[in-house]
């Protein structure tokens, strides 16, 4: 009995560490792949937000299409809107 018990503690005690490693593993690798990787709607819709407002902040990464009159699209690069902003 008891050695079965110390058995089952040793394996027990092998997954926790296999699911600590696993957690811990986890975390590190995500923040590398998940920016750049994969541009999401909901990161894309929060990039529109957060530059929205902040027409300085938005000034790196414009969309840059002219219209007739010759003015610059004000949106963010690759902007999910159809139509251009000139304002
Ligand atoms: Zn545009």
């Known amino acids: ?4 018990d110390g058995l089952r503690a040793m ?3 092998k997954y926790a560490a296999a699911q600590k490693a696993a957690k811990a593993s986890k975390p590190a690798a ?3 792949v998940a920016p750049d990787a994969k ?6 819709a929060a990039k529109a937000l957060a530059s929205d ?12 299409h002219r219209n007739m009159s010759g003015r610059t699209c004000t949106r963010e690069a690759g902007h999910a809107a159809k139509s251009h902003r000139y304002s």
């Open 30 to 32: 995500r923040p590398k």
């Open 53 to 64: 407002p902040g027409p300085a902040a938005a000034s790196e990464e414009l969309c840059g």
């Open 1 to 4: 009995m008891s050695k079965m």
């Open 11 to 13: 394996r027990e005690a």
């Open 39 to 44: 541009p999401s709607k909901a990161a894309a």
